[in-house]
């Protein structure tokens, strides 16, 4: 019985995902969303992404869009910078700033940072535009201040290697002091490497 359920439930997904359609106007290059066959919008769209989590983005010209899975615009032809969602949440940005969008399409972050990068263990990667990487929860709290010359790598959400400076050090998500940054380097295995030694962190 379970595995026919499985099954029927397989199905179920491919055939929703066989909903969606698109197709290019032979003249002039515009497209148009078909679902179940049915035409649902006029030969307008530059671009149309696959549907994604219920919403797909969409272009007239040369910003984007989002719209859901019945061809409904929910918001603003505003993005020059779209992505589709995964896990809940869709890269997005202007002409110099990134953000994260959440399902209900509301932004995370403030407009300030120039790249951002997809949650990962729930923090999401900043870059200022002096260079300088912090982290912020989906939740939108600063979680690790934007000081750090690289990207924090997440080992895990309590092990985060930081660089300061030319150091590297390790934190947690709350950026509590693990081990100071006096590394001249950190793997992601849990070696620490000074003075020509390599020490085992974790």
């Known amino acids: 019985m379970r595995k026919w359920a499985v099954i029927f439930l397989l199905m179920g997904f491919w055939g929703y995902s066989q909903n969606w359609g698109i197709q290019i106007h032979p003249n002039n290059r515009k ?23 219920g919403l797909s983005y969409v272009a007239e010209g040369e ?92 080992v895990d959400k309590n092990r985060i290697i930081v660089k300061l400076a030319d150091e590297y ?3 947690d998500s709350d950026n509590n002091v693990l081990f100071n940054p006096t590394y001249q380097y950190i793997s992601p295995k849990g070696y620490g490497y000074k003075s020509g030694t390599y020490l085992r962190l974790f």
């Open 31 to 53: 497209m148009a969303i078909f679902i179940n066959g049915q035409q649902i919008s006029s030969y307008r769209f530059s671009e149309v992404s696959e549907l994604s989590e």
């Open 63 to 154: 910003l984007y869009g989002y719209l859901n899975s019945d061809g409904r615009l929910l918001t603003p032809y505003r993005f020059a910078v779209a992505s589709n969602f995964k896990n809940g949440f869709a890269l997005v940005g202007d002409s110099v700033h990134q953000n994260i969008l959440t399902r209900q399409l509301k932004p995370i972050l403030p407009d300030i940072y120039v790249r951002v990068r997809s949650p990962k263990f729930g923090l999401i990667l900043v870059q200022s535009h002096e260079g300088l990487w912090g982290a912020y929860d989906v939740n939108g709290s600063l979680k690790l201040p934007v000081i750090y010359s690289l990207p924090p790598y997440l």
């Open 169 to 171: 050090g390790l934190v």
